[in-house]
C-alpha cells in the first residue's frame, strides 16, 4: 500500500515535467516561424507511470512505428538511463520501451551520428568526468561502448560536420548555465574551443534542428521533429 502510495506521488509530481510530443513540419523556417506551432504538436500518450522520457532523438520511422533513443528517468534508481521508446506512429501511442544502457552515473541526451551503416550515439553523461561514444546495435538494442572521445564534462553536446570541419555546440559541466561553447577541428589539427555566454540557458534549447536533411533507411525524417516540454 505504501509503495503504491509513492508510486501514485511520483507520477502525479513528476510525470508533468517532461513529455515527449512529434509535430509534422516541412522546413526549418516554419519551425521558426509558426506561431501556432506547439498547439500542433502530437504528445505521446500512455507511457509508464514509474518513468518519464525526455531529450528524444528519433532512430528510424517505419511505416507503423516511430523508433526513439530517449533518456529514461526512473524514479526509483533517480537518475536517467538511455532506452529505445517505440510508439504508434499513427495514434502517438507508447508501444513499448527498451533500456539500452545503464551505467552508475546520470545519462540523457543521446545524440545520434550516422556514418555508413553504422549509428554512434554520444550520451550527456557528464557526472563520469568524460565525453563517451557508443555504437548503438539495432537488432540487440542495445549501445556498446566503443571509445572516449574527450575528457571533458560536456552538456548536451550537438555535433556537426560542415565542409570537413568538425564542431561540437555544447555546455560544460560547473560552468555557469548561460555560458555556451564552441569546439572546432579541421582534419586531424587540434580542436579549437571558444566560449561565449547569451542571454537564455541554451542548453536547454539544444535540441535543435538536427533532423534536418537527415534520412535512414529511405525515409525522409525531416518531418519528423521531437520535441521535449517542461521544467529543467
Known sequence: ??????DIYHYYIHSFCYQVGLIDIK???DFLDDEHLLEK?????????DSWFADPFIYKVTD????ILAEEFIYTLKRGVLSLLVIDKETYKYIRSKEILRLDTHLSFPFI???GKTTYVIPENSQSGTTNRYIYDEE???????????????VDAVFL????????????????????????????KEGRKEGRKFPSRLRQHARQEHYFNTKTNGTNLTKMQSLVTGVA
Open 113 to 115: 551520428i550516422r556514418e
Open 161 to 188: 560536420n560542415n565542409k570537413g570541419k568538425d564542431f561540437i555546440f555544447t555546455s560544460l559541466a560547473g560552468q555557469s548555465p548561460y555560458s555556451f561553447w564552441i569546439y572546432r577541428k579541421e582534419g586531424r
Open 1 to 6: 500500500m505504501i509503495k503504491k502510495l509513492i
Open 41 to 49: 504538436i502530437k504528445w505521446v500518450t500512455g507511457t509508464p507511470k
Open 140 to 154: 540487440k538494442e542495445c549501445l556498446i561502448f566503443d571509445q572516449v572521445i574527450y575528457n571533458e564534462r560536456l
Open 27 to 29: 522546413n526549418n523556417q
Open 64 to 67: 507503423t512505428e516511430i523508433h
